[in-house]
């Protein structure tokens, strides 16, 4: 099993930068395909950014509404994934979601409990 827990959301105004981690525990999470998702009030989960597991570097892509302005990282010897997030605006608005996926026979799924971001002048 693994335990996701996603922390750094908070109340800042536009423009502001915030940085969300999410700490892996409970197996080793070093090498696997991770995520940062978001969900606003009223809409469907989407994904915000990506960092997949490469032998030949992680390969990393965003969604276009946060190109330039979020940036996924991740400490593979801390387990910890993080989002800086820099420039934001009201429609980043959304409880942010981390995001692990466990390849195998059948692949497992995990996700954290969420953090909070809010954007208001």
């Known amino acids: 099993q693994l335990q996701l827990v996603e922390s750094g959301g908070g109340l800042v105004q536009p423009e502001d930068s915030l940085r969300l981690t999410c700490v892996a525990s409970?197996?080793?999470?070093?090498?696997?395909?991770m995520a940062w998702y978001r969900q606003a009030p009223g809409k469907e989960r989407e994904i915000v950014a990506s960092?997949?597991?490469?032998?030949?570097?992680?390969?990393?892509s965003y969604a276009d509404s946060v190109k330039g302005r979020f940036t996924i990282s991740r400490d593979s010897a801390k387990h910890t994934m993080y989002l800086q997030m820099s420039r934001l605006k009201p429609e980043d608005t959304a409880i942010y979601y981390c995001?692990?996926?466990?390849?195998?026979?059948?692949?497992?799924?995990?996700w954290g409990q969420g953090t909070q971001v809010t954007v208001s002048a």
């Open positions: 409970g197996r080793r999470a070093s090498n696997y395909d």
């Open positions: 960092i997949r597991f490469s032998f030949r570097g992680d390969i990393i």
């Open positions: 995001n692990v996926v466990v390849p195998g026979p059948v692949e497992s799924i995990y």
